[in-house]
């Protein structure tokens, strides 16, 4: 068994508060911001906008809706709505990896 990951396009997986995912839309291009880059700052566009998480602790998922559990540390997942983001370029100095964590700074008005 062996993980296949396309190195020629990241995402980024948001989740938004439900107060506001509802100024997102797709298209949108915002700026993005790793934790282990401080300085980098690399533009993305808004993919896809979720339409709703479910209860679940399990492995399984439910109706298509994100998998997650009730609480992750001091957030409150239920609350909140997933966001796929897609990087536009990486430079090449910048080698990103699965799972780190990133921050959206700005949605640049289209």
Do not use: C, H
């Amino acid at each position: 068994m062996f993980a296949l990951i396309d190195t020629s396009s990241y995402l980024i997986y948001v989740f938004f508060l439900e107060d506001e995912v509802g100024n997102v839309k797709i298209g949108d291009n915002v700026i993005v911001a790793f934790m282990g880059y401080p300085d980098l700052q690399l533009g993305a566009e808004v993919q896809s906008i979720g339409w709703g998480i479910v209860r679940i602790s399990g492995s399984q998922g439910n109706n298509l809706f994100a998998n997650v559990r009730l609480t992750f540390e001091w957030i409150r997942l239920i609350q909140k709505n997933l966001v796929r983001i897609k990087i536009k370029t990486v430079p090449e100095k910048v080698k990103l990896r699965v799972g780190p964590a990133a921050s959206i700074l700005d949605k640049i008005s289209n």
